[in-house]
């Protein structure tokens, strides 16, 4: 079974997958590294603002956990 297999596998029997993400303040360039959910295509971290007070940040994929 190969990568892509065992993840199509893994989205139907799980309703979400774990991800670990990089984000990134667009204001102050602080950055954050949080673990959150894909769920029906977007990222779920509960992350709302940045230590600065802003709301505008850069969400990167770093990698996906069963």
């Given at each position: 079974m190969g990568?892509?297999?065992?993840t199509n596998l893994l989205?139907?029997?799980v309703s979400f997958l774990?991800?670990?993400?990089?984000?990134?303040?667009?204001r102050?360039?602080?950055r954050f590294v949080l673990r959150g959910?894909?769920?029906?295509g977007?990222?779920?971290t509960?992350?709302?603002r940045c230590i600065c007070d802003n709301c505008e940040?850069?969400?990167?994929?770093?990698e996906n956990h069963a």
């Amino acid at each position: 079974m190969g990568h892509t297999d065992l993840t199509n596998l893994l989205e139907k029997e799980v309703s979400f997958l774990r991800i670990k993400v990089r984000i990134h303040c667009k204001r102050c360039g602080e950055r954050f590294v949080l673990r959150g959910r894909m769920e029906q295509g977007q990222i779920q971290t509960g992350f709302k603002r940045c230590i600065c007070d802003n709301c505008e940040f850069i969400v990167e994929v770093m990698e996906n956990h069963a």
